[in-house]
């Protein structure tokens, strides 16, 4: 496609970087339910299929992923594509709570906090793998290293939050 007809779709660079954020949002929507699944199963192992189904869309899409990480790294987007962003967010975070086993944690502290104690992990990893990849760029052909190091905290954690059998 030439310049010229790209201006013949959009009025200028803001209109098509806004319809190139649409347009990502919009697929990353459509593949919630698959990252999010609806079988039944434990906290920390819904996170971490969640976690590997990002992955695989990372690896699958790497175009519309990388562009994805410079939305969500981006102090410049507009507000109502941020909202759709966090709106997204916050529906992906209440699909996740639905159909566990919370018969897999320890006995001795109430369900939700362990949730919470094992979400507040994750954030934490999170953001400190965000601070990272802003630091040393985002390497997509390396996500490998961060899964494997994350693998290790995965497991680290059902020793900590579930009952002794790991059940």
Same mark, same amino acid.
């Given at each position: 496609?030439?310049?010229? /007809? ?8 803001? +209109? ?8 990502a949002?919009?697929?990353m $929507? ?15 192992e819904? /996170? ?7 992955r ?26 941020r ?7 916050? $529906?992906?975070?209440r699909? /996740? ?10 006995? +001795? ?10 979400q507040?992990?994750f +954030? ?6 965000e $601070? ?11 996500? +490998?290293?961060?899964?494997?190091e ?18």
């Amino acid at each position: 496609m030439s310049k010229g /007809m790209l201006y013949y779709y959009f009025e200028n660079k803001e +209109d098509l970087f806004l319809d190139c954020i649409g347009y990502a949002l919009d697929h990353m $929507e459509q593949g919630l339910d698959d990252w999010i699944g609806k079988e039944r199963e434990g906290f920390i192992e819904r /996170m971490a299929r969640i976690a590997e189904a990002k992955r695989r869309y990372f690896a699958e899409h790497p175009e519309i992923s990388e562009f994805a990480a410079v939305i969500y790294l981006s102090p410049d987007v507009p507000a109502p594509l941020r909202e759709r962003l966090q709106a997204l967010s916050e $529906e992906g975070k209440r699909r /996740m709570l639905r159909e566990l086993d919370l018969s897999r944690f320890r006995g +001795d502290l109430p369900p939700e906090t362990l949730m919470r104690l094992v979400q507040w992990t994750f +954030d934490g990893y999170a953001r400190e793998t965000e $601070e990272r990849m802003k630091v040393e760029g985002v390497d997509f052909a390396d996500l +490998d290293r961060y899964w494997d190091e994350f693998g290790g905290y995965l497991d680290a954690m059902k020793t900590i939050y579930y009952k002794g059998d790991r059940s």
